[in-house]
């Protein structure tokens, strides 16, 4: 099986949407400004200055993960979706390396995310490439409990 990760498209944003709202729905998380970026990753994400990937496998979109901007050598992981058929297979760490790479790349220097406790298989994750807890206040999300970052340690 060719699996391979390629830059969004708007012909794969029924896909990127469906991926999320799979685990979103499942968890009951989905709220407003997860919708936001659903329905307008173009909008939202890309033309701010982020990215968004998707793992194709053949011609099925299996995977997404992305970095929106947030302030300047600042970038938020988000939606980082794997569908189920697929879970267990690496898919999540491809992501997460090509992310790194690109904030490497990039010159980014922190990277953050927002997640949810019950997603255990997520944060251990982050947690194995190196982010750390920080506070939640301030968040966009109603239902983020979990906040976390990631110093790139890249200084100008």
């Known amino acids: 099986m060719n699996i391979q990760i390629i830059n969004y498209e708007d012909r794969y944003a029924a896909d990127f949407k469906r991926l999320n709202m799979e685990w979103l729905d499942k968890y009951q998380l989905a709220e407003g400004h997860d919708l936001e970026i659903l329905d307008d990753p173009r909008g939202t994400v890309i033309d701010s200055g982020g990215i968004i990937f998707l793992v194709k ?17 600042v970038y938020e992981l988000i939606k980082m979706a794997v569908a189920d058929g697929w879970k267990g297979k690496g898919i999540g760490k491809m992501l997460m390396d090509k992310c790194l790479a690109t904030a ?7 990277v953050t995310l ?4 019950q997603l255990k298989t997520a944060i251990d994750m982050y947690k194995k490439y190196g982010f750390q807890h920080i506070s939640t206040e301030n968040s966009p999300y109603v239902t983020a409990d979990v906040r ?6 890249i200084h100008h």
């Open 114 to 117: 927002f997640s949810n406790s």
């Open 148 to 153: 976390m970052e990631l110093e790139l340690g």
């Open 57 to 73: 496998a053949g011609e099925e979109i299996i995977g997404t993960a992305g970095l929106m901007k947030e302030a300047e050598g």
């Open 104 to 110: 490497r790349d990039w010159k980014i220097r922190k």
